[in-house]
């Protein structure tokens, strides 16, 4: 038993190192010839390397004046003026060691007209070009996808949710149970990232954690037979802790950042992303479920408590873990 602790916690913490936040790169332009950068790489703490990431732009580009560079406990900025004398549109622009990373990058372009153009680049191409083009369709895909990328690789969040579905009974209740937690992380994602609401990212992170380990500890007293009030109203708990998973996700949505023009549909389409990543794994996850009854049913309960004891080793370290560094 305890060899099976320490290989949870090995493997779970080398999960949750490795989850790399998406590097952003953001090119104001100011005149037809030159253009002001923003360029934020992630990091996971100040003592810790930051990712070995830089954009590489077309040789004739000259750098203006100085860089000035800013950390912070989640990442590194560096702000300057680049000039070319033939614009960049249609130049290649790298994202130097971005295809040795299993992260992304933002690229946002503010045009002279006011148009915004946004980029995806990918590790299996971290080369790209501006095109001008903008509009409604790009930034809403854009949004619609980073959203589903964050709830699929949002461990702490899928744990929840996975512990919410041992805990619920019946299809009823679990869409209830579902719902009450898709409405209260809407609220607090809004209001966080319109600025309404402001709380320390340490403290969200590590109560998000403490969400985990309780609901995980309702599913082991209620296959034990002691029925508490998250089992009679697991709606009640979902929506109590999904305020909290809200401001995590207003966390990981200010690191990317919102178009100052379209905040709103922005907003909206990347919650609509995180619900429909969240669909996907709640239904991967009753499909396993339901395939495991048909051929492991006398095995359903030792799988369920086992389930839900790692859930609870697991979020204990994301605790510690947290509070500590």
Avoid at 12 to 22: Q, V
Avoid at 39 to 52: A, C, H, Y
Avoid at 105 to 126: A, M, N, Q
Wanted: with cysteine; hydrophobic share 50%.
């Amino acid at each position: 038993m305890i060899r099976v602790f320490f290989l949870v916690l090995l493997f779970f913490h080398t999960t949750f190192a490795d989850e790399i936040r998406p590097a952003f790169l953001e090119l104001t332009q100011n005149s037809k010839t030159s253009y002001k950068v923003l360029w934020k790489k992630p990091s996971r703490g100040e003592s810790q390397n930051v990712l070995k990431l830089e954009p590489i732009f077309p040789s004739t580009a000259k750098i203006l004046g100085v860089k000035k560079i800013f950390k912070t406990q989640s990442a590194v900025l560096e702000s300057y003026v680049i000039e070319e004398p033939s614009a960049l549109i249609t130049k290649t622009i790298t994202i130097e060691g971005l295809e040795t990373i299993s992260s992304d990058v933002l690229v946002r372009v503010h045009y002279l007209d006011g148009e915004t153009e946004f980029i995806r680049v990918l590790p299996e191409s971290p080369k790209f070009s501006l095109s001008h083009e903008s509009g409604f369709v790009n930034m809403a895909s854009t949004y619609f996808i980073l959203g589903v990328e964050h709830i699929l690789e949002g461990f702490d969040h899928l744990l929840f949710v996975l512990a919410l579905l041992l805990l619920v009974g019946n299809l009823r209740v679990l869409i209830w149970t579902i719902t009450a937690f898709t409405l209260a992380h809407t609220i607090t994602l809004i209001l966080a990232s319109l600025d309404m609401i402001h709380l320390s990212s340490k403290a969200v992170e590590s109560t998000i954690a403490l969400s985990i380990i309780f609901v995980a500890a309702e599913v082991v007293y209620a296959m034990k037979g002691k029925i508490h009030l998250s089992k009679k109203y697991p709606w009640l708990i979902a929506f109590g802790f999904g305020l909290i998973h809200g401001l995590g996700f207003a966390g990981a949505l200010k690191e990317i950042g919102l178009p100052q023009t379209e905040i709103v549909p922005s907003l909206i389409f990347f919650n609509v992303g995180v619900e429909v990543g969240q669909l996907i794994f709640i239904s991967c996850v009753l499909l396993i479920i339901w395939i495991g009854g048909k051929f492991f049913e006398k095995y359903a309960y030792s799988a369920k408590m086992t389930t839900a004891y790692t859930i609870g080793i697991t979020a204990t370290f994301w605790f510690l873990e947290r509070v500590i560094v």
